[in-house]
């Protein structure tokens, strides 16, 4: 079932879209995307494996298209792979497709970007790529390489974890007493409403032909945030260049 999505304008390689006449990048909240069902690959396994999971996803997607309006791009740690699944996908009849492994993704900038820019520059331009697991200080330059989308399960699986999610920061609450003994339903409330308001910021800087300057800002918050710019200005930056306005 294919989502009317249409692209409105650029910053940078990041996309102002609509969606069902929803803004985006947006949210994506639990009952917002029917995800057609998926063989999971862990992201570090060998190749054999991870095609062969592939294929059964491939299979499972072709058999739910028409129940479920998303599905997943597998492939693990191989962008070939990865490039591979989203075509077969597109080609099935989606549109809208959830990035397997965010959360290791984001532990590996190099592999993360490399993955993320060929993604998009393989898709077609009205096929959303939504992460999954996004840290808030992340959305930013996430949603500048062409990410449309973030499904709020990241509030969930911080929530578990014990973990605060403010705009610039992850507060381990076992380490940082900043709520202590808040319940874990409380704290997921407060993850959702830091997503949703760094989502807002997003969009508003989006708008204004500014999405730079916070994903610069937000680069200074952690090692794995500012290599990950320095990646991508270092290794993509005819991507970069081919959206920006000239003066």
Known sequence: MI??????????????????????PKLFYKNDLKISPSEGS?????????????????????????KCDAAVIQGSKYINLRIECLKQLEEIGYNVFIIANGDELLT?????????????????????LIFTFAEASFMPILAYMGIDGFLTDAS????????????????DLNTYKLFDGITQEKLEEKNIECLEFVIREIQTHMENNSLRNLVEERST??????????????????????YNQLF
């Open 3 to 24: 989502k009317k999505f249409e692209i409105k304008s650029h910053d940078g390689p990041g996309r102002i879209g609509k969606l069902d006449e929803n803004k985006t």
């Open 42 to 66: 862990a992201y570090n396994i060998d190749k054999e494996i991870a095609k062969f999971n592939l294929n059964e996803s491939i299979k499972l997607a072709r058999e739910n298209v028409d």
């Open 108 to 128: 590996n900038p190099r592999e993360l970007v490399d993955i993320i820019v060929n993604l998009r520059k393989n898709a077609h331009p009205t096929s959303m």
């Open 156 to 171: 969930n699986y911080y929530s578990h974890l014990n973990v605060l999610q403010t705009p610039t920061k992850a507060y």
């Open 221 to 242: 918050t952690s090692p794995q945030n500012i290599s990950t710019l320095k990646i991508l200005d270092k290794k993509y930056m005819d991507f970069i260049l081919e």
